[in-house]
């Protein structure tokens, strides 16, 4: 049985370059979501997916980042031109949910992608 | 904007004390979560509750979700050093297609030998 898995688990880079960050959730799930989390913070919602389709963006998601799950299995997030401001762990989380069953939200996480910008 | 608050923010105990942090909201939650996570990993999640009132025992944890769905505590009997860790909550509000989470800061447990 695995888990939500994501790649890389690190990665450094230099501001302005872009960045792509991949998922993969847990097989049967058809939800998937990402998260942002900074030093001293809990986990901040960035965007949601139900099979292929981007039903949720926070406003946190500026125009430089881009989520797609082209065939509702794994997702990408892509950084453009990255700031310093885009440091910070990216969590992958996924869900299985169920037309007509009451969703009790239960979301797992994956290890994270740590992002720093220099 | 929904706030969850966690306290306390960071918490010291000797190995064998009891503890309890709490999670507290001002807007009704249709579930809320408990997670745990280290430092470099992802939250792993301990328990789900949804029902005001509900109890749930996971071994030396005992979570509780208050009667109107605003909060919830998290008890941890004889601490051990491998509890150990950020245990943060979360909240999903009841909203139209909603799903997202969403967290408190967390509490930073220390537990000595």
């Known amino acids: 049985d695995t888990g939500v898995s994501q790649d890389p688990r690190h990665k450094i880079t230099k501001r302005g370059q872009n960045v792509t960050f991949r998922c993969d959730p847990i097989?049967?799930?058809?939800?998937l979501y990402w998260y942002r989390q900074t030093l001293g913070q809990g986990p901040e919602f960035l965007t949601y997916?139900?099979?292929?389709?981007?039903?949720?963006k926070s406003r946190l998601l500026s125009d430089r980042f881009s989520a797609e799950r082209p065939k509702g299995s794994f997702s990408t997030l892509e950084i453009q031109r990255t700031e310093q401001g885009d440091s910070a762990m990216y969590l992958c989380?996924?869900?299985?949910?169920?037309?007509?069953?009451?969703?009790?939200?239960?979301?797992?996480f994956g290890p994270g992608t740590r992002l720093t910008v220099l | 904007t929904q706030l969850l608050e966690q306290s306390p923010q960071f918490l010291s105990i000797q190995e064998g004390e009891n503890l309890t942090v709490y999670c507290n909201s001002s807007?009704?939650?249709?579930?809320l979560q408990w997670y745990r996570q280290e430092p470099g990993e992802g939250p792993v999640l301990l328990v789900t509750?949804?029902?005001?009132?509900e109890v749930k025992k996971l071994k030396r944890l005992t979570f509780q979700f208050g009667d109107a769905r605003k909060d919830s505590s998290l008890h941890i009997t004889a601490a051990q050093p491998g509890d150990t860790g950020l245990y943060l909550c979360?909240?999903?509000?009841?909203?139209?297609?909603?799903?997202?989470?969403?967290f408190g800061k967390g509490t930073k447990l220390s537990v000595i030998p």
């Open positions: 989380a996924s869900s299985l949910g169920l037309a007509g069953v009451s969703s009790y939200n239960e979301q797992f």
């Open positions: 097989s049967e799930h058809n939800r």
């Open positions: 509750v949804v029902t005001g009132g």
């Open positions: 979360a909240g999903a509000y009841s909203g139209a297609g909603s799903y997202q989470l969403t």
């Open positions: 807007s009704v939650f249709s579930s």
């Open positions: 997916f139900q099979n292929e389709a981007q039903l949720e």
